[in-house]
T-cell receptor, first 111, second 118 residues
Framework: QVVLTQSPSASASLGASVNLTCTLS???????IAWHQQQPEKGPRYLMK???????SKGDGIPDRFSGSSSGAERYLTISSLQSDDEADYYC?????????FGGGTKLTVL | QVQLQESGPRLVKPSETLSLTCTVS????????WGWIRQPPGKGLEWVGS???????YYSPSLRSRVTLSLDTSKNQFSLRLTSVTAADTAVYFC????????????WGRGTLITVSS
């Protein structure tokens, strides 16, 4: 069964850049994933889909500061020019035959 | 732009059945896949189940014995039933639209907190 692994926490300074990582189980390293952002006390929103070749497609209204990339079984979310409202939980998500899976989420703190 | 709104009783007694409805605006439910996600207080997101536009259902292995999803095309709604609930089922429940023929969740409802308590 496909498993997604995320670091529980990350931090970066206001105005800096940060890379968040989502690692697919080795047997599923070619899978695409999606990134979702959940700001405090809000519901999640879809950010982007990231494919194994590094291409990505963003949701409506997602700023250019957000981008995605891939390397092997790892899928990345890069946020540049960090703003205070980027402080949130970030979840990766994938799908396979008859099943949908989330990673455990990364809590991003903007210092 | 799709809009999703969850509705249903906010308090459910242990051993009883949780029932939620998601009302969809802006898209016909007969053209897309739909799903339910839940989030216990202070915890991460958990996929509950998904349903195809033809009504084929897919359930989380950990909930399969207790969960049922259904479509009501006349009202453009889809629903969740979870039987024999316990305190562990206390969570915010989100309904979602699924992109394409069943891939990522591209639109989310605001969510509704369901508490299981006597």
């Amino acid at each position: 069964q496909v498993v997604l692994t995320q670091s529980p926490s990350a931090s970066a300074s206001l105005g800096a850049s940060v890379n968040l990582t989502c690692t697919l189980s080795s047997a599923h390293s070619s899978y695409s994933i999606a990134w979702h952002q959940q700001q405090p006390e809000k519901g999640p929103r879809y950010l982007m889909k990231v494919n194994s070749d590094g291409s990505h497609s963003k949701g409506d209204g997602i700023p250019d500061r957000f981008s995605g990339s891939s390397s092997g079984a790892e899928r990345y979310l890069t946020i540049s020019s960090l703003q205070s409202d980027d402080e949130a939980d970030y979840y990766c998500q994938t799908w396979a035959t008859n099943i949908w899976v989330f990673g455990g989420g990364t809590k991003l703190t903007v210092l | 732009q799709v809009q999703l709104q969850e509705s249903g009783p906010r308090l459910v007694k242990p051993s009883e059945t949780l029932s939620l409805t998601c009302t969809v605006s802006g898209y016909s439910i007969t053209n897309y896949y739909w799903g339910w996600i839940r989030q216990p207080p202070g915890k991460g997101l958990e996929w509950v189940g998904s349903i195809s536009p033809r009504g084929t259902t897919y359930y989380s292995p950990s909930l399969r014995s207790r969960v049922t999803l259904s479509l009501d095309t006349s009202k453009n709604q889809f629903s969740l039933r979870l039987t024999s609930v316990t305190a562990a089922d206390t969570a915010v429940y989100f309904c979602v639209k699924i992109y394409g023929s069943g891939s990522y969740f591209d639109s989310w409802g605001r969510g509704t907190l369901i508490t299981v308590s006597s």
